[in-house]
């Protein structure tokens, strides 16, 4: 196979079916590391790693529920206290056998105030090992979908971690997953193997090449050139690719505003004014054809959501309106002139994501705001994501985010709309009260009251959405998969024919 490596075991002479089936997969970044609790970068990391590590439990999105992985029982006690049970016999890729100090480890390691996602998990206030195949949780404050708030804690071995240092763990993982790391050759390269000792069923291809290529055209062609079997996220229109599969998402593209204490963007008005001169169905059909849908009432939750609104409409096109505000935002001393600068991470995170940024950034500025663009390093924007400060120099004033939902539940979008939000440049007394007596609720209870919570965001523009992700990817013949809404690639649910 052109671009492929020769094969491990492959000696001249072997017949060709017995040579092992490998997947190569071309995608648009390569993760900085393999350690998660140090990066917290969703997209690159999740490629890769989510087929080697596993978390405690997954969300189904066919049962709506979260289901079992290396958890076969969980029970919460109605206020601070979770109980998980372990699957028994589950080894890790080192030979180490899963128990409960596993998971101890692994869960303070993300709880830990230096970890980049310790915030993701700022619920937990401590973990415990009742016995070898039981853990308790205890969280600060009752929290009903602990659970599925758990499904992107990945668990790793205590054992190996501890030979380790933190750069070591940055290139060395080991999990309990379907897939193994063999190679990782930077800038070029990662090789994942079965893991034949897999506890549930070993995965059918018994290796992953993954390559990285920035420009989704080229991506596609190398589809089509028979250089890799499946290209990660191509444009919705790429030619004659074998099989283009169409991948709805969970991700909302918006834009982190600082409402705090930026110059103009603390204004409501101006806010408003931002996206009543988007047009926000024009540009999903044209700029974002086929990369997402619109949003409707502006918001940050994705159809099917708890707490998702389906008689809102899609935000109004309104220029007119929007040049009016702006003007009496000025008239009332709002700084209108004060420079704005999104900050993208990278040359883009989906198709034509740079295009839609300087779109946005010109349309304002004929509005008369002052926006420029800066592009940041992943690093970069990771520490303005997650640890947002107002008061620091280094406070981004509006954030590009396209952010997913793997839960489900608007408590993901919380991190942006509730002022103690892991990810918020937001803070209404109303907004929070409505928040924190719908997080304590379950059920079509909890749905409503978070349907609650999202009308009333709508008229003050916490964030400003745009759209739903879909993605495309372009897929050989020989390749049999139907994608879920995950983030992530499931090798193991793939066939190669």
Request: net charge negative; with cysteine; proline share 6%.
């Amino acid at each position: 196979m052109a671009g492929g490596l020769a094969l491990a075991g492959c000696a001249a002479g072997m017949p060709e079916e017995e040579a092992p089936s490998r997947l190569t997969v071309v995608t648009a970044a390569e993760p900085p590391t393999m350690d998660y609790a140090a990066s917290g970068l969703t997209g690159s990391y999740m490629f890769v790693a989510t087929s080697i590590q596993e978390p405690l439990v997954r969300y189904d999105e066919q049962a709506r529920e979260t289901v079992g992985v290396l958890a076969t029982d969980w029970d919460w006690d109605g206020d601070l206290v979770w109980t998980f049970t372990l699957r028994e016999g589950v080894t890790f890729h080192s030979g180490d056998t899963l128990d409960a100090e596993d998971v101890v480890y692994s869960i303070e390691r993300y709880i830990d105030p230096e970890s980049t996602v310790a915030s993701d998990h700022d619920s937990i206030a401590s973990v415990e090992a009742i016995d070898e195949l039981t853990v308790e949780i205890t969280t600060e404050s009752p929290d009903p979908i602990l659970d599925a708030n758990l499904i992107r804690t990945f668990i790793s071995s205590k054992e190996f971690a501890e030979d380790r240092d933190d750069n070591a763990l940055s290139t060395e993982v080991d999990g309990t997953g379907p897939y193994t790391l063999n190679e990782w050759t930077r800038g070029e390269e990662i090789v994942l193997s079965g893991y034949q000792e897999y506890w549930d069923s070993p995965p059918s291809i018994e290796e992953v090449q993954i390559l990285f290529r920035e420009d989704p055209s080229v991506r596609a062609s190398m589809v089509r050139a028979d250089e890799a079997q499946l290209a990660w996220q191509v444009e919705s229109d790429s030619p004659d690719v074998p099989q283009l599969i169409q991948q709805d998402t969970t991700s909302i593209v918006m834009m982190r505003p600082n409402t705090i204490n930026h110059p103009a963007l603390s204004d409501g008005r101006v806010r408003q004014a931002m996206l009543d001169s988007i047009n926000v169905a024009s540009v999903a059909e044209t700029l974002l054809e086929g990369v997402a849908q619109p949003v409707t009432g502006n918001q940050p939750v994705n159809p099917g959501a708890i707490g998702y609104v389906d008689d809102l409409d899609v935000w109004e096109y309104d220029p007119d309106r929007a040049a009016a505000l702006i003007e009496e935002a000025g008239a009332d001393g709002v700084d209108i002139g004060a420079e704005i600068t999104i900050n993208p991470m990278g040359s883009g995170r989906f198709p034509r994501s740079s295009e839609f940024v300087e779109y946005a950034a010109a349309t304002w500025n004929e509005l008369g705001l002052n926006v420029t663009i800066e592009v940041l390093e992943p690093e970069q924007w990771v520490s303005l994501f997650h640890d947002p400060d107002p008061t620091s120099d280094t406070v981004a004033d509006m954030l590009y985010v396209d952010s997913d939902n793997p839960t489900m539940d608007f408590s993901r979008a919380g991190r942006f709309v509730y002022s103690g939000g892991s990810a918020s440049l937001f803070s209404d007394p109303q907004i929070d009260e409505l928040y924190e007596s719908a997080m304590m609720l379950t059920g079509e209870e909890r749905n409503a009251a978070f349907q609650e919570v999202s009308r009333a965001l709508e008229p003050v523009v916490p964030t400003l959405n745009f759209g739903v992700l879909e993605r495309y990817h372009a897929v050989s013949e020989n390749l049999q998969w139907s994608p879920t809404a995950a983030t992530d690639p499931d090798f193991v649910n793939m066939v190669l024919k």
